[in-house]
């Protein structure tokens, strides 16, 4: 979350520790700050945040959903069932579909 924030973020400065810093130097300034809290996990921190960059930068744009395939999930079993449970807000994957539930609210 650090790392697409601070990739896809305008503001370009950012107050950390009583310091004015570039905001992407935020993400990197808090892992090395993470590195010295005791029984914390350094490289599954790094992976995150490399991973959220890479995101940010959009070269994991193969992960996100286009509309078809958002539809066809809403019609498969765990979908069209939570649809028919009262308890559930279902949000759909149609685009059409989120716009008319908006629009009568």
Do not use: H
């Not at 700050?33 to 930068?57: E, K, R």
């Amino acid at each position: 979350m650090l790392g697409v924030n601070a990739v896809r973020s305008r503001m370009r400065r950012a107050l950390v520790f009583g310091m004015v810093v570039p905001s992407l130097l935020v993400p990197w300034l808090l892992l090395c700050a993470s590195w010295l809290i005791p029984q914390t996990s350094f490289l599954s921190n790094v992976c995150g945040l490399g991973i959220g960059i890479a995101y940010g930068i959009t070269y994991c744009y193969s992960l996100d959903l286009s509309e078809r395939v958002a539809l066809k999930l809403d019609q498969k079993f765990p979908f069209s069932l939570m649809r028919k449970i009262s308890m559930f807000k279902y949000v759909s994957g149609s685009s059409a579909e989120r716009r008319a539930a908006n629009s009568r609210k």
